[in-house]
């Protein structure tokens, strides 16, 4: 009701300005023309002119009543102008409302009325906001169709899902994390040591929620868990930070938890038939050995009998080798191995091993040698690091063409404040067929060989890569690779000078 007040009011005012400008320009018209008349009449003859006076009415009084006359006519003119004003005013009104209507309905998702008819100009905000109306219909059901389908796969997806704010207070959590905790109720919004006892777990989700301002990475680690009905579960823990997330009731960390109980059961039991199968394999094929160094160099033997006993002496040897590797790998996997260590000088090490297969390098024209400061040493079990690069070596040396060069370069890394190095780093450098790319990380799994087709004369069990990864692991180093197809290889084994691991230890048979 202000509103229109308001505009009736201004359009009033307009035309009664309208009409006041009207009769002060119909005033000044008047008053020029009677100024006219009156000069003509004060030049005329004098009989004339009194003649005139006579016989005409006053021109005062003539003036007068035009003056009213054009007042009248102004006025209504100004209320003309008024009425005019104030029925554009409110078609103008009408309009904007009903445009304001279509914008929060279109904005809403919702087709708006039709606008009153009009200009072209209405025409097209019409359309323009049907078009916006179907748009945001669109985004909206798409919006909705994505929430659910997210929300289903929250909760139906085979691995647990807690998702926590910088409090550890839990924001949700899917029923299968419920499930592998035992929880018997709504577990939201409760803190999360109400659903994990483990402080191993817990502490995953507090470095991830402190790793918010470094670089975003996952942390994960294996943990078993004793849960109130239902034995041991085995789960393994992967926590990711949320990034630019720090207020309560805010994501700041998603945890995905992974039952691998039926995982670690199957691996424990493969890991133990491996070792009683490399045991049990252990006293036959001896004897086997020992028969054959009986029977030979065999003088009593026909050339087919001593090629037969050449024959099994060469696989027996092989399954000795495999045995011996198989028993290694088990023992590494189980745990049954610990370390004696020592400071052990890397360049003089490379250097027994290199001697040691001299013999096979020779046979082939293979030239081994080792380059680095002889004054770095690393802390490590001295015949399991033998062990290490006897592998790798003996590889590079039965993989590389005659007459080529196998390069073994020692460095340090990892400068400490002090001067001194905090790693030792060993190339092993080959100049043989090389590894595609992708199968590089494969080399290192339990019988896996690259190209068998290529590589079928060349003697080895397959397992020797995969002992080497375990026995760096126990020693805190890394392994990794560089290769292409036809042109080498290059094995890059990191080692640090501390050894942080348990101090002491024996072989358990």
Known sequence: ??????????????????????????????????????????????????????????????????????????????????????????????????????????????????????????????????????????????????????RTVFEEVPAGLIVVDPKLVILDANPTVVRLFGARTDVAKRALVDLVRQPAIVGLFERGIAKQMAPWEPDSALVRIDREVGDERAVEVTVRAVPNSG?????????????????????????????????????????????????????????????????????????????????????????AVTLHVEEVPIRQLLETVIKDLAGGAESRGIRAAVEGPDDLTVAADRRRMAQVFRNLIDNAIKFSPPRARVDILIEGDALRSDGSWGRAVVHVIDRGIGIAKSEQQKIFQRFYRVDPSRTKSVPGTGLGLAIVKHLLILHGGTIRVESEPNTGSRFTVSLPVTFLGAAKIEEKA
């Not at 133990?272 to 009986?294: K, M």
């Not at 160099?297 to 590797?325: C, F, K, W, Y």
Request: glycine share 8%; no cysteine.
């Open 247 to 335: 207020k309560p009731g805010e994501p700041a960390a998603v945890g995905v938890v992974l039952d691998v109980t039926d995982r670690e059961r199957t691996d424990d039991m493969r890991k133990r038939f491996v070792g009683d199968v490399s045991h049990e394999l252990r006293t036959p094929i001896a004897s086997i050995r020992a028969a054959i160094d009986t029977l030979l160099p065999g003088e009593n033997l026909t050339p087919e009998e001593l090629r037969l006993a050449g024959i099994v002496e060469r696989q027996a040897a092989h399954m000795a080798d495999l045995v011996s590797d198989l028993m290694d790998l088990s023992q590494i996997e189980t745990g």
């Open 1 to 150: 009701m202000t509103s229109w007040l308001r505009r009736s009011s201004a359009g009033l005012l307009l035309g009664a300005a309208a009409g006041l400008i009207a009769a002060l320009f119909l005033n000044l018209a008047l008053s020029s023309a009677v100024s006219g008349l009156r000069l003509r009449l004060a030049t005329q003859p004098q009989g004339l002119s009194v003649a005139t006076e006579s016989s005409a009415p006053p021109l005062d009084g003539v003036e007068e009543s035009l003056r009213r006359a054009l007042l009248k006519i102004a006025l209504v003119f100004g209320a003309v102008v008024a009425a005019i004003v104030l029925v554009l005013r409110a078609r103008h009104a009408r309009d904007l409302a009903s445009i304001r209507r279509g914008v929060t309905d279109a904005g809403a998702g919702r087709r708006p009325e039709d606008l009153p008819a009009g200009s072209p100009e209405l025409r097209e905000i019409q359309e323009t906001l049907i078009g916006l109306a179907d748009l945001v219909a669109s985004q909206r059901q798409g919006s909705e169709t994505a929430r659910v389908l997210a």
